[in-house]
Nanobody, 123 residues
């Protein structure tokens, strides 16, 4: 079994910074792409950023230049450093990862999701 757990959410003033983390644990051989999504009240879940196991990244246009995604493969942990936060960044943030389990000889990955962490940005 695999679990992804987000942490580091909370309340921050507009213009401030906050880092959230996602730690994966369980039967993990490797994790392919990891990603951060967010869902604001009344809106659909959207991709914020993702990162390959090799370190390649991509970002949504609304966060490019303000958010930085990173990962520590040895710790199976991913981070999202956010600066210059805006009220529209307020959302529940979720992490996901494509996990290959030990003993899986064909390298097939399964997507797992965390429970989410709430971020509130006050103006």
């Amino acid at each position: 079994q695999v679990q992804l757990v987000e942490s580091g959410g909370g309340q921050v003033h507009a213009g401030g910074s906050l880092r959230i983390s996602c730690a994966a644990s369980g039967n993990i051989f490797t994790i392919y792409t990891m990603a951060w999504y967010r869902q604001a009240p009344g809106k659909q879940r959207e991709l914020v950023a993702d990162i390959l196991s090799s370190g390649g990244t991509r970002y949504a246009g609304s966060v490019k230049g303000r958010f930085t995604i990173s990962r520590d493969n040895a710790k199976n942990t991913m981070y999202l450093q956010r600066k210059s936060l805006k009220p529209e960044d307020k959302a529940d943030y979720y992490c996901s990862g494509g996990v290959v389990a030990w003993g899986n000889s064909d390298g097939h990955s399964v997507d797992y999701w965390g429970q989410g962490t709430q971020v509130t940005v006050s103006s």
